[in-house]
């Protein structure tokens, strides 16, 4: 079975997550995905640094028109990372017909 892929909008608040060295708490940040659509879908979470992060539950289900908080804790807090953008992937699969939906 083939599987294809295209990019359609996901709803992900906040767009960007910002650590701070000297702020504890903001080494743990909430990370909520948003379905708008009327099918349920898979989805995981993958980052350019996963040495440097914790993502608690990085995959699993999302059902139609809900949402679900993923909790993203930095765990390498040092000043050597002070400044550097990693990213991360979130890749949506349609349960029902397997298209996989990807938000950069």
């Known amino acids: ?9 996901v709803f ?12 504890k708490s903001s080494h743990k940040q909430l990370l909520t995905l948003y379905n708008p659509y009327e099918f349920p879908i898979k989805f995981k979470v993958l980052c350019t ?34 400044g550097v953008v990693d990213k991360f992937r979130i890749t949506m699969l349609d349960q029902h017909t397997q298209q996989v939906y990807i938000y950069l």
Request: hydrophobic share 40%; net charge positive.
């Open 1 to 9: 079975m083939s599987v294809s892929t295209r990019k359609i909008p």
């Open 12 to 23: 992900v608040f906040p767009s960007a997550l910002k650590f701070y060295i000297a702020s």
């Open 49 to 82: 640094a996963p040495n440097k992060y914790t993502v608690i539950d990085p995959d699993g289900s999302i059902g139609p028109q809900a949402l679900v908080d993923i909790v993203i804790r930095h765990t390498l807090p040092i000043p050597a990372n002070c």
